[in-house]
């Protein structure tokens, strides 16, 4: 499956913004999808995951702020954020995993999108 994300940009705190993560090949459904982020200097932290099978996961910093969704007509998985903060400043990157076993783990994931650049401004 290859993945492309888009959406990212400049935003102030308090903001929000809507990341798209489009996926072509087959089984879009049976993947988990992630969100995942990395800051400079700081390593890649997972921010949020969609399994259909057994629902949504969120990173404990990005709780109550951010949702993700998908839409598999569309091969098509969503992050909205809302009240951005400037923490949140980072590449997100959209992956997906055949592995419902660790979805907050990086290491799960065998398919990465390119990443899209968040700045949030104070």
């Not at 996961?57 to 098509?76: C, I, L, M, P, Q």
């Not at 954020?81 to 290491?107: G, H, I, Q, W």
């Amino acid at each position: 499956v290859q993945l492309q994300a888009s959406g990212g940009g400049l935003v102030q705190a308090g903001g929000s913004l809507r990341l798209s993560c489009a996926a072509s090949g087959r089984a879009f459904s049976s993947y988990v999808m992630g969100w995942f982020r990395q800051a400079p200097g700081k390593e890649r932290e997972f921010v949020a995951a969609h399994d259909w099978r057994t629902g949504t996961y969120y990173a404990d910093s990005v709780k109550g702020r951010f949702t993700v969704s998908r839409d598999n007509a569309e091969n098509t998985v969503y992050l909205q954020m809302n009240s951005l903060k400037p923490e949140d400043t980072a590449t997100y990157y959209c992956a997906a995993s055949e592995d419902r076993t660790f979805v907050r783990s990086s290491s799960a994931f065998l398919y990465w999108g390119q990443g899209t650049q968040v700045t949030v401004s104070s």
